[in-house]
């Protein structure tokens, strides 16, 4: 990756990072303003536990990617930046403009998710 885009990344990462944080910020009320009280109705239970648990998903997973984030940023602290934490190779320069907190080549990745 050259000079530039190592800068941009530089740039976009704490972006992304503040945007996440809002974001996780957003989802932990919008779930601690689901209110349970007087509610005796199945359906309208069934669906606020589903709003939880989605909310819950959203937080967790926005906590993952804060993870990804913040190893991104000292990776390029680093000069490590775009290498694959698991087999060392580069990883491809597109997949890292599309997702810079890739810590890992798309063959990894395929592996780990089978």
């Excluded at 991104?72 to 810079?100: F, H, S, T």
């Amino acid at each position: 990756m050259d000079a530039k885009k190592i800068k941009d990344t530089r740039q976009r990462l704490p972006r992304e990072y503040d945007n996440l944080i809002k974001s996780v910020n957003r989802n932990r009320i919008a779930a601690q303003e689901i209110k349970v009280e007087n509610t005796e109705d199945e359906g309208d239970l069934a669906t606020i536990s589903h709003d939880k648990d989605l909310l819950y998903n959203l937080h967790e997973g926005g906590f993952a990617r804060l993870r990804f984030i913040q190893e991104a940023m000292k990776a390029l602290d680093r000069g490590q930046y775009g290498e694959c934490v698991r087999c060392g190779k580069d990883i491809n320069e597109k997949r890292l403009l599309a997702v810079p907190w890739a810590t890992l080549c798309i063959r990894c990745q395929e592996e780990t998710e089978m």
